[in-house]
């Protein structure tokens, strides 16, 4: 069953550079896992510090793979370091 996954994430804007290289980056290695189907960058309109990224996956069982990989989690480490707070992930089905 196809899953989305929303991350979002508050950035300073003197990060928001680093923060666009690191996603594109992150996209590219997430285009090549299994089970990825797409994802987008969404930068909020009101306030231009709130990052949505929005990805889908064919299960939870691909995303919790992708999630728990070592390059990726590096690479969030990186992404954590250059935010106001936390990021916040969700996970919805297909209804």
């Not at 690191?22 to 960058?41: D, F, N, Q, V």
């Amino acid at each position: 069953m196809a899953i989305r996954v929303l991350i979002e994430r508050k950035i300073p804007s003197e990060n928001q550079p680093r923060l666009n290289s690191l996603l594109m980056k992150l996209r590219g290695k997430a285009m090549l896992a299994k089970g990825y189907i797409s994802g987008e960058t969404l930068r909020s309109l009101d306030d231009p510090s709130e990052y949505l990224v929005i990805s889908t996956w064919n299960s939870l069982e691909d995303w919790k793979k992708w999630e728990s990989d070592k390059d990726r989690q590096n690479m969030q480490k990186q992404i954590d370091q250059l935010l106001r707070t936390p990021s916040l992930h969700r996970v919805f089905v297909y209804d």
